[in-house]
């Protein structure tokens, strides 16, 4: 084994059982929840995502270092498509469909005016898949909302990713705008 302290189980939803905002990403990366067991903790990912959660009330610190950092979420649930390191650090759509059940039932746990950020384009053909709603109905396109029905609105935002970051296509502004609308929806 490479890495003999890793996790490398599957990685669960963390935060609040109920809550009014469900983050769902793509899958556990190797070197964070891959290997901490919590999601985006460890890894850049998680950097710009715990920072935006601090900064909107959230979270209780702006930075998830490991599993047992006393880091606690408010309101505020996380959790990916896919629950195990995919290969090449990207999910198949079997993978989604095979994790499907997992995030049907923490969509189904939300309570009423939630509101779900889908981080990538996988993420958001997840939380559509989950909903049995389909694929063409609703278009992914960063800070888009999604009414899919009376109690849920998603919210995209390209994923926090290194590459995402590095390149520019996400800055620190536009994920932190997404977040900062999710607050004003959520009652």
Do not use: W
């Amino acid at each position: 084994m490479r890495h003999p302290g890793y996790h490398t189980a599957p990685v669960s939803a963390f935060g609040d059982e109920q809550p009014g905002l469900l983050i769902v990403g793509l899958a556990p990366g190797m070197h964070g929840a891959n290997a901490s067991g919590r999601p985006f903790t460890g890894d850049q990912s998680g950097d710009m995502l715990f920072k935006a959660l601090y900064k909107y009330g959230f979270s209780s610190a702006a930075e998830s270092l490991s599993i047992d950092d006393g880091l606690a979420l408010y309101n505020c649930r996380i959790t990916n498509a896919v629950k195990c390191l995919p290969p090449q650090n990207k999910p198949t759509t079997a993978e989604v469909k095979q994790c499907s059940v997992f995030l049907t039932a923490e969509l189904q746990a939300l309570k009423k005016g939630s509101v779900v950020i889908a981080l990538g384009s996988i993420a958001h053909a997840a939380v559509l898949r989950a909903l049995g709603v389909k694929l063409s109905a609703h278009k992914f396109a960063h800070a888009e909302e999604h009414q899919l029905s009376e109690a849920l609105v998603m919210i995209d935002s390209y994923h926090c990713s290194r590459y995402n970051t590095q390149t520019r296509r996400l800055t620190e502004p536009m994920f932190q705008a997404v977040f900062a609308r999710a607050k004003e929806l959520i009652p």
